[in-house]
């Protein structure tokens, strides 16, 4: 699965567990890893991403544009318009988080009803997922201004609040 270039993040939800393996941008591939049901993966799609599937995929995939982010962290902080730089997220794979598992149960249930209310409830469930992540993924603001993760280059806080790069 590739996925091409964009000013946006892309977020999985995992309904099942998964098994799959990074590819960088030489072609080469990380060792799988296990994504236990209700995991997150949350990558920048800046310089797009590439996975190798191990298994079947069943999941709730979710493109989430930086204009989106920077819109309700505007309105999150109380400011007035847009950020000029966008807030940086922190990319993280395979953790659990019981709040986007339950929105994306929400989101599922959505998917099956064929009435006019559902445009509007997903409208409202973007926004919960990006003040979610924005409360939750952000990174701190004197790393937030440092290059994003490049394709499948992931980053995560240390427990030094360092940011470091995390390949497998």
Known sequence: MTLPPRDAYFLMIYLENGLHADIDANGGSTEPRHYGVGAVCLVDLRAGVAIRLHCSLHSLAVVIPKALLSEVEAIRSA????????????????????????????????????????????????????????HNFSAPPDTASKGADAGTSLSRLDDDDRLTSDHG
């Open 79 to 134: 400011g007035a318009g847009r950020l000029s730089v966008p807030p940086r997220l922190v990319c993280r794979r395979g953790e659990a988080d019981p709040v986007i598992a339950s929105i994306a149960s929400v989101l599922l249930s959505l998917f099956e009803r064929a009435d006019t209310s559902s445009t509007t409830m997903f409208r409202h469930l973007a926004t919960a997922i990006c003040a979610h992540l924005l």
